[in-house]
């Protein structure tokens, strides 16, 4: 009976990670996903916007591959908010950019959502905004 608690023991501690060597290393994730779509900001605060006003956020890419880009889809994540983007292909090298611009109607802080679809990868960037809107 103690042999087989030993046993056990000697097997439990034998696939353990900490004696396998399996422990992680770092932070890091093991799935990366590459694209050729570099941006200048993913999210953007504009601070306090006046009640009644639209504000236009505007963000910026470089397409940053060797072959053109073309934005194939923006998607708003509400009827508040509206998109324009570069609607003619992105050179290597050069600079896009999708534009949201939000109805400032109800006063009080507010957190918005654009998804882009691009030529280099078909799963949707998700770009955001924020901010408060002050009642006048």
């Given at each position: 009976m103690k042999n087989l608690k030993i046993s056990?023991?000697?097997?439990?501690?034998a696939f353990s990670p900490f004696f396998a060597?399996?422990?992680?290393?770092?932070?890091?994730?093991?799935?990366?996903i590459l694209t050729d779509v570099t941006w200048k900001s993913e999210s953007i605060d504009v601070g306090n916007i006046p009640q009644g006003k639209p504000k236009t956020i505007r963000f910026e890419f470089t397409n940053t591959s060797k072959k053109p880009i073309i934005i194939e889809?923006?998607?708003?994540?509400c009827g508040c908010t509206t998109a324009d983007y570069t609607k003619t292909p992105i050179l290597p090298g050069k600079k896009g950019f999708v534009e949201a611009s939000y109805n400032a109607a109800a006063a009080g802080p507010f957190m918005k959502t654009v998804n882009v679809t691009t030529s280099d990868s078909k799963t949707p960037k998700t770009l955001s905004f924020k901010g408060t809107v002050v009642a006048s």
């Open positions: 056990a023991l000697l097997a439990v501690l060597n399996t422990l992680p290393t770092d932070n890091n994730p093991v799935v990366r889809n923006v998607a708003p994540s």
